[in-house]
């Protein structure tokens, strides 16, 4: 309840529901350079990352699935 209290009354405090998503201070990888990554595509547009773990499977995250 304090804590609350202390958010609400502090004007300087920012709260926002925009969060940011992505890859930070990534470097762009060469074509063809990592054979064992996918790219789970629908409509021809990317729509989550995974990468071979086997000739028949492809580990992905959990929220590629969320839906």
Not at 25 to 30: M, P
Not at 32 to 37: E, F, G, L, T, V
Request: hydrophobic fraction near 45%.
């Amino acid at each position: 309840l304090f804590f609350l209290i202390v958010v609400a009354t502090d004007s300087s405090i920012s709260l926002s529901t925009h969060v940011n998503v992505g890859i930070v201070n990534g470097t762009e990888a060469k074509a063809h350079s990592r054979p064992y990554m996918v790219s789970i595509q629908s409509n021809e547009k990317h729509v989550c990352g995974g990468f071979l773990i086997s000739d028949e499977f492809v580990l992905t995250a959990a929220h590629c699935w969320n839906g």
